[in-house]
């Protein structure tokens, strides 16, 4: 039992090793098979984070902007995220994310819209394939963080995550957040495709933009802020960075009553 626990604890320190040595490396590695492979089948993500500093005042902002929760009575969601890859950082060396999330709704009222409590999805992320950069170079200046992604929902994460461990891969970082969703209304035309989800994480409040990249711009100034505050990391990079601040040792991205 004790070799058991030690081994796990090995591995999780060699996935934190891998984090800092291939998460702060140029991905632009190359194509690999996996790549080639799906590149035909992959929607196209774009988006932007903003760090909130005022939680009353972003609400407010949110409120004249006319946003409404995308689902009423269960618009806030819990996520525990796992990222998986191979022991030598095989995925992360090509800019890529293999995720198993589960959400579970937390219902502050009866909501009218009854429905599962809870939902698993199996996230692939990758850089986009170098003509789509090409196509996008003229109008992005590397402001949004744009890339292709996969998401399929699964009946459960528990063999799932089997798998990817029989296959030879770790679930070496977790973190969690509560999410908030919400749209514009469909008056507000320039809106259309757009998403403001609101992260309360254990590192502070974020707001992801995600959509068409004309009505990020205008939704992040009608918020009040400027290009200049665009965030363009993930979570585990602001996840390290934060650590790096506080002079901790990072682990995983989890509120205190988790650990």
Request: net charge positive.
């Amino acid at each position: 039992m004790q070799a058991d626990v030690d081994a796990r604890r090995a591995g999780a320190t060699r996935g934190m090793n891998l984090a800092r040595s291939l998460y702060y490396r140029n991905s632009a590695a190359g194509e690999s098979s996996l790549q080639r492979s799906v590149k035909n089948s992959m929607a196209r993500e774009t988006e932007i984070k903003l760090r909130i500093s005022d939680v009353p005042a972003f609400h407010r902002a949110l409120k004249r902007m006319g946003a409404r929760p995308v689902v009423p009575g269960s618009s806030k969601v819990h996520e525990e995220n796992v990222i998986f890859d191979t022991p030598q950082g095989g995925l992360a060396k090509h800019g890529q994310l293999l995720r198993i999330r589960t959400e579970t709704r937390v219902v502050r009222w009866k909501s009218k819209r009854p429905g599962p409590k809870q939902r698993v999805i199996l996230t692939f992320k990758q850089p986009l394939m170098r003509p789509a950069v090409a196509e996008l170079r003229g109008d992005s200046n590397g402001l949004y963080k744009v890339r292709d992604e996969i998401e399929v929902e699964v009946a459960e994460g528990g063999n799932l995550a089997r798998i990817f461990e029989g296959l030879g891969m770790n679930g070496w970082f977790r973190y969690e957040k509560y999410r908030t969703t919400f749209h514009l209304p469909a008056s507000k035309a320039w809106a259309k495709g757009l998403l403001i989800e609101l992260d309360e994480t254990p590192i502070g409040t974020f707001v992801e933009l995600e959509g068409p990249a004309a009505a990020i711009d205008r939704a992040a100034e009608e918020l009040g802020y400027s290009k200049r505050d665009y965030v363009l990391k993930n979570y585990l990079r602001l996840y390290m960075e934060d650590c790096r601040r506080k002079g901790e040792e990072p682990h995983h991205m989890l509120f205190p009553n988790r650990k």
